[in-house]
Every structure is written in structure tokens, then in C-alpha cells.
């Protein structure tokens, strides 16, 4: 569990308006003076009370090319059980609150119908699904409401698509966001998705997670560990255990991030075997927002 940090100073509420301006015109945030923030991001403001969420990041790599692209049904259901039971610390836990990347439209469908009381949003990205699944994309879910979810284009290479999605959950004064970063060797992508997802993100209570595709040491995520801590961070220090597969099932790299507000005390956990139905292992934490 990781100790409570001093509180970073929140952003006007101007820019926070930017931000949702963009992001609800679909527009590339990269540029936006000042940084974002959610709408109730006010300095003047009362402290909003502790709450704690239970938080699950997975690129359950719902694609055709994906071990379980032909299988839809069986990947939703994989996705449903590690949705009413993961593991974190040691202990389970039942997450309120799932970022999903490469899921397919057809499997939001049907948490939509397991999980009715909770609150789902999904924005698509580049690329189709198997056996009338629909697009490809992202997608969060919470068993709060979800409010004004908001989509926002992230700097990409020509002919690619990176989306961002996020939306305010009111009863825990957070802001929740998920995406799914470029691909490209060098980076250079890379760095400036990720300084403009933070720029969306802002500052106050954020909960942001994803597959990054690179290592806790890349120049590239500085945005982001400059802004925010990461749940399965040492101290200062950029770790994390193993998130990505080889054809073997070995884990190979961290490549799945969860970063939250740097006041908040968390605990992360990913599991220590081989998953079969994606590529990548689910990340899961506990977080105290206070």
C-alpha cells in the first residue's frame, strides 16, 4: 500500500472547459493551453470525501488476429469472471470499475445486459471484429454513473486512429479515462499521445489506465509519471511487474499502466500466470482516493 501524497493544485475550471470542448468535437487535444481537469475541479472547493475504487485494466485483444478473436463468447465470458473477481494484494476483490482496450462492440453489448446496473461507454478505434462483433475500441465501465462520457483524438501516425475516452463519476469525484497509445519504434508518437492524455485527464481525482506499449523507463510516458502516480510504482522509482505476453504465454514486458491522483494510496496487483484468452495480463488495484 502506498503512503498519501501531497495534493497537486487544481486547474481552472476554464481549461477544463477547453478540454471537454475538444474532446466533444472529437478534435486532437495536443496544444490546449493550461491542461485539463474535470469540471469539478474547483481549488475553492470543499474537499470531496475519501472514497475507495476497485479498478481493472485489461487489452483483452478482442481482434481477429487475437487467441480469442474467433471466440467472442468465450472471451466475454473470461472478461465477466475476472469482473466480479479479481485479485489484489493477496485478497479478492470485486472491481467497480473496468478499462477495457481492443474489446469489441458485441462484448460491451453483453456486459451491458450481465451488468445492468452499471454504466458503460465505448468509443471505437481503427479496425473490425470477428464474426459481427462490430468495431474495435475501447470502453469503461462503472457501477456509479458515468457521466458525461467524452471522446478525443490523440495524435496518431497517418492512417491510424488513438482515441481517448473519459467521463466524470460524480459520487466519486473522479475522472476515469482509458486508451490505448501507438505502437511506433521510436516513440515519437508516443510522447505526444501521452502529453496530450494527460492535458485530458487534469488534475483532481483521475483514475487513467491502458496499454501504453512501452516500458516504465521510456522518455515517452514522462508526461504522464510527471503528472500522476503509477499504481505498481516504488516510490519514485518506475517499475511494475509484467504485463504482456509472448506466443508462449511468458510475460515479457510491462506494457499496461493504472495512474491515479499522486494523493492517493493504492495497491496493484497482476497475476503471476499465463492468460490464455489474450496476449496481455489484467492489472488490478485498490485505490483510496482521501
Known amino acids: 500500500m502506498r503512503s498519501p501524497r501531497a495534493l497537486i493544485p487544481l486547474l481552472s475550471v476554464g481549461a477544463a472547459a477547453a478540454v471537454v470542448t475538444a474532446a466533444a468535437t472529437g478534435a486532437s487535444i495536443e496544444g490546449l493551453p493550461g491542461g485539463g481537469g474535470p469540471a469539478h475541479a474547483d481549488g475553492a472547493a470543499e474537499r470531496p470525501a475519501a472514497v475507495t475504487v476497485n479498478a481493472l485494466t485489461w487489452n483483452v485483444c478482442g ?12 472471451l466475454t465470458k473470461q472478461i465477466t469472471a475476472r469482473m466480479q473477481a479479481t485479485e489484489v494484494g493477496g485478497r479478492k476483490v470485486r472491481p467497480n470499475a473496468v478499462l477495457l482496450q481492443e474489446v469489441c462492440e458485441g462484448h460491451v453489448r453483453a456486459f451491458k445486459k450481465t451488468f445492468a446496473k452499471w454504466t458503460w461507454a465505448f468509443a471505437p478505434a481503427t479496425g473490425d471484429c470477428a464474426r459481427g462483433q462490430g468495431k474495435i475500441g475501447v470502453a469503461i465501465g462503472a457501477d456509479a454513473p458515468l457521466t458525461e462520457p467524452r471522446q478525443a483524438k490523440l495524435p496518431a501516425p497517418a492512417g491510424r486512429t488513438r482515441t481517448a475516452l ?23 508518437w508516443r510522447t505526444k499521445e501521452a502529453r496530450a492524455l494527460a492535458t485530458l485527464a487534469g488534475h483532481g481525482r483521475v483514475l487513467l489506465g491502458g496499454d501504453f506499449a512501452d516500458n516504465p523507463d521510456s522518455p515517452a510516458l514522462d508526461p504522464l509519471y510527471h503528472a500522476y502516480a503509477e499504481c505498481d510504482q516504488t516510490g519514485t522509482s ?6 504482456q505476453q509472448n506466443w508462449q504465454g511468458t510475460a515479457v514486458q510491462k506494457t499496461d499502466y493504472l495512474f491515479i491522483t499522486k494523493s492517493a494510496a493504492v495497491s496493484c496487483s497482476v497475476p503471476p500466470t499465463r492468460t490464455k484468452t489474450s496476449d496481455h495480463r489484467p492489472m488490478s488495484a485498490v485505490i483510496h482516493f482521501r
Open 63 to 74: 481482434g481477429p488476429e487475437c487467441p480469442s478473436g474467433a471466440a467472442p463468447e468465450r
Open 166 to 188: 473519459c467521463g466524470e463519476v460524480p459520487s466519486w469525484t473522479t475522472r476515469v479515462c482509458v486508451t490505448q497509445l501507438s505502437t511506433s519504434e521510436d516513440g515519437t
Open 238 to 243: 518506475r517499475t511494475g511487474a509484467m504485463t
